[in-house]
């Protein structure tokens, strides 16, 4: 058999293209595997979980030790928690592979997170989605830390995941790896939401009617909506959006892939989390889009954001 997206030859016995990770129709998921990793701040590193060929745990350098069949490059579920910030990502009930990638951390000003999410029709989404956030968490920390302003940060960070991402080009950018992407800055002042293509930022207030606080970049009157900006090397030529949000008292700001949004009506279905713990908010709503059938990767973020003062950040 061939794969359909790449033309690339494969076994009768494969479940995804080796040349660029693509499923091959007709074959059957995985059994659910993985394991957690609590702690630290990337939340979707290197390869874990079995091996959807042979179901092996053995690792060796991106390919299973036993069969050697490519690996995902991201965790198929992973879940991180640090003081006012929790993550987690699941590869869901359908995939393959993992193609979400989170990333938490701290600075003395509040939380940061990033959430990315691999293009399934680009080749190693799953590596793009994981580079972008190893990339941009630490220049989110380094530039916050050092005294920047959430809205600078966040453009630098996002530079520095676009260059990541656009690294893994093979050979011409109509091959490239890519992924969508959010931010989140929560500091004294408020939040800042930094986001290039459909994932999604929402406030959710203890008090009051939580809201979406970005808009998808995709073209909703095309069939299939492609997205109209994203990181890799065949991305358009223009930047991400960046939002500053005052937060108007305490509440979560929540991060996604589009494996939470598309099970959710409308924002006011996230009011089951308002007041929640970030970690027991994560799992609820991962829980929620797995119970809702669990097409796609779920990936999900919450920084806590204490009551203060409204305002505008810079």
């Known amino acids: 058999m061939t794969c359909t997206r790449c033309a690339a030859?494969?076994?009768?016995?494969?479940?995804?293209?080796?040349?660029?990770?693509?499923?091959?129709?007709?074959?059957?998921p995985a059994a659910p595997g993985g394991s957690d990793a609590v702690g630290g701040w990337l939340g979707s590193g290197a390869a874990a979980g079995r091996c959807a060929h042979?179901?092996?745990?053995?690792?060796i350098g991106g390919y299973c030790g036993e069969?050697?069949?490519?690996?995902?490059?991201g965790r198929d579920r992973a879940a991180l928690e640090l003081p006012g910030v929790a993550a987690l990502t699941d590869r869901g009930t359908h995939r393959h592979h993992n193609e979400d990638a989170v990333a938490i951390g701290r600075?003395?000003?509040g939380p940061v997170a990033v959430v990315c999410d691999g293009v399934s029709s680009s080749p190693r989404a799953d590596a793009a989605a994981v580079a972008a956030c190893e990339a941009a968490l630490p220049a989110l920390l380094r530039a916050?830390?050092?005294?920047?302003?959430?809205?600078?940060a966040s453009l630098e960070a996002f530079d520095d995941a676009l260059a990541a991402v656009d690294a893994l080009v093979d050979t011409v950018p109509a091959d490239a790896p890519s992924c969508t992407y959010v931010s989140g800055v929560v500091t004294g002042e408020g939040m800042a939401v930094s986001w290039?293509?459909?994932?999604?930022?929402?406030?959710?207030?203890?008090?009051?009617?939580?809201?979406?606080?970005t808009e998808d970049d995709a073209r909703p009157d095309t069939p299939g909506a492609p997205l109209t900006r994203w990181?890799?090397?065949d991305a358009p030529g223009v930047g991400p959006h960046v939002v500053a949000v005052p937060a108007d008292g305490p509440g979560l700001l929540l991060l996604c892939t589009d494996g939470l949004s598309r099970y959710l009506a409308g924002p006011a279905d996230l009011a089951r989390v308002a007041g929640s713990p970030p970690a027991a908010a994560a799992r609820e709503l991962v829980g929620l889009?797995?119970?809702?059938?669990g097409a796609d990767n779920i990936a999900v973020a919450l920084l806590a954001v204490p009551s203060i003062p409204g305002g505008e950040l810079p």
């Not at 030859?9 to 059957?28: I, K, Q, S, Y």
């Not at 069969?67 to 490059?73: N, P």
């Not at 889009?289 to 059938?293: I, N």
């Open 289 to 293: 889009a797995l119970d809702a059938g």
């Open 196 to 213: 290039a293509g459909d994932s999604r930022a929402y406030w959710i207030p203890d008090r009051g009617a939580a809201r979406c606080l």
């Open 144 to 152: 916050l830390t050092g005294g920047g302003d959430p809205g600078a």
């Open 9 to 28: 030859p494969a076994a009768p016995t494969d479940v995804f293209c080796e040349a660029c990770g693509a499923d091959l129709p007709g074959r059957p």
């Open 67 to 73: 069969c050697g069949r490519r690996r995902g490059a």
């Open 107 to 109: 600075t003395p000003a």
């Open 231 to 233: 990181l890799g090397a």
């Open 54 to 59: 042979c179901g092996a745990d053995a690792s």
